[in-house]
């Protein structure tokens, strides 16, 4: 089986490879639907990485705090479907990386240009730890930053590239995470972008 980073997290270097056009295409039809958008946190900062989501339930931040909604809050209307190249893909790298049964809810959708990054944070806003989160990374590559269950624990890097797939879980589900900000670059599939599928069971 394939090799764990740490405890609970697994690179699948280059697993999302063969299906990235597909990828990229269903992530434009989710966004024709659902644009694009650069959501406030509580604190009332534009957040520098543009989102979306399709699914079920949508994660979304404004000054009222962090929420899975199944509403688009944009439009008022439910997100896009999660198109079956991204259920399939998140529930294969699962049961690859120790997980079966993976059948995500939600799917937030990332999109990074020049100069975006995410800062250090958990993600705690799903019902159930249980389940793992799958992140699928295309386009331009960026250094991630795989912190611990304490945000003063010394972050490892990680370079993570065009179709890598990373699942965690278990005992790695509370980790600290962020990405450095994205470096100037050309892709074939994404231009000047890195884009990042997350999948979460949230409800
Ligand atoms: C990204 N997105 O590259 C990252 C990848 C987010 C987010 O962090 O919340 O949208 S998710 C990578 C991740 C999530 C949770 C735990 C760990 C990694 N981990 O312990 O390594 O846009
Ligand atoms: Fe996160």
Redesign the pocket.
């Known amino acids: 089986g394939p090799e764990p980073l740490d405890e609970g997290?697994v690179l699948l270097h280059g697993y999302a490879l063969d299906c990235a056009e597909p990828l990229m295409e269903s992530i434009h039809r989710v966004a024709e639907k659902a644009p694009f958008r650069h959501m406030v946190t509580p604190g009332g900062h534009a957040m520098s990485?543009a989102m979306t989501c399709c699914g079920p339930l949508g994660w979304v931040t404004d000054a009222r705090g962090y929420r899975y909604q199944a509403q688009d809050p944009e439009s008022g209307v439910p997100w896009p479907e999660m198109p079956e190249v991204f259920r399939h893909l998140a529930w294969a790298a699962a049961k690859e990386a120790g997980f079966p049964g993976f059948k995500p809810d939600a799917c937030?959708i990332?999109r990074?240009g020049l100069g975006a990054r995410?800062g250090l944070?958990q993600?705690k806003d799903e019902r159930d730890f249980a389940w793992p989160?799958v992140?699928v990374?295309l386009g331009l590559p960026?250094v991630?930053q795989?912190g611990g269950l304490r945000r003063s624990d010394r972050p490892q890097r990680v370079l993570?590239e065009h179709g890598d797939v990373?699942v965690?879980g278990g005992p790695?589900?509370m980790?600290y995470?962020?990405?450095l900000t994205l470096k100037a670059g050309a892709h074939p599939l994404t231009g000047a972008n890195r884009y990042?599928l997350?999948f979460r069971k949230a409800d």
Request: aromatic share 12%.
């Open positions: 997290v990485a937030l990332n990074y995410m944070h993600d989160i992140s990374s960026v991630f795989l993570l990373l965690w790695a589900r980790r995470h962020g990405v990042n997350t």
